[in-house]
């Protein structure tokens, strides 16, 4: 059974870089069509594409986003990860890594999430 | 800017059918965005719904159905329960690997 687990400080200063890791158990992350994505949701507000990469390791970015965020992807830790560069306050949210499917879907399966606060 | 629309809030009275609409500010949603639906309850991840317009995801009832009805995608609950009160999102998928979120409804049964 498929299962998605982020992990990563829970707090990040103003200026710094957020490094997040989503866990892949169940199945590979390189398995053809998959793609696995980050998508985060501000305290109190909704759902927020964040970026997606491919199961052969294409990114693809939330253009308001893209100069500030590289999605990667290990095959031998069976691990996806999100960086977001230059953070402030309005970074602060609740993160999510998901499982997608092609062009079908952004995020089939979704992990728990984990909140990030930007502060000082 | 091309934004996903939703109805803010809506509600239904238990046993009813709502009906809740994904929209675009410019041009009509078509099977070719492959409209998502997510349920999300206060402090739980989403729960996908629906992808591809009307493809049910694994477990959930079939009173849960997408379409598009109009120039909108559509998400149908028919037999409206009260654990169904919930957060519900669209999402749309506008090219390039880029997928755009709704601003989400909120429905209340009553």
């Known amino acids: 059974q498929l299962q998605l687990q982020e992990s990563g400080p829970g707090l990040v200063k103003p200026s710094e870089t957020l490094s997040l890791t989503c866990t892949v158990s169940?199945?590979?992350?390189?398995?053809?069509?998959?793609?696995w994505g980050w998508i985060r949701q501000s305290p109190g507000k909704g759902l927020d594409y964040i970026g997606i990469?491919?199961?052969?390791?294409?990114?693809y970015y939330n253009p308001s986003l893209k100069s500030r965020v590289t999605i990667s992807i290990d095959t031998s830790k069976n691990q996806f990860s999100l960086r977001l560069s230059s953070v402030t306050a309005a970074d602060t949210a609740l993160y999510f890594c998901?499982?997608?499917?092609?062009?079908?879907?952004?995020?089939?399966?979704w992990g728990q999430g984990t909140l990030v606060t930007v502060s000082s | 800017q091309t934004v996903v629309t939703q109805e803010p809030s809506f509600s239904v009275s238990p046993g009813g059918t709502v009906t809740l609409t994904c929209g675009l500010t410019?041009?009509?949603?078509?099977?070719?965005?492959?409209p998502s639906w997510y349920q999300q309850t206060p402090g739980q991840s989403p729960r996908t719904l629906i992808h591809?317009?009307?493809v049910r995801s694994s477990g959930v009832p079939d009173r849960f159905s997408g379409s598009i009805l109009g120039n909108k995608a559509a998400l149908t609950i028919t037999g409206a329960q009260a654990d169904d009160e919930s957060d519900y999102y669209c999402?749309?998928?506008?090219?390039?690997?880029?997928?755009?979120f709704g601003g989400g409804t909120k429905l209340t049964v009553l």
């Open positions: 998901a499982r997608g499917l092609g062009g079908d879907s952004v995020a089939l399966s």
């Open positions: 169940g199945v590979s992350v390189s398995t053809n069509n998959y793609y």
């Open positions: 990469i491919s199961y052969s390791g294409i990114p």
């Open positions: 410019s041009g009509s949603v078509s099977t070719n965005f492959y």
């Open positions: 591809n317009t009307n």
């Open positions: 999402v749309l998928f506008m090219g390039g690997g880029i997928w755009v």
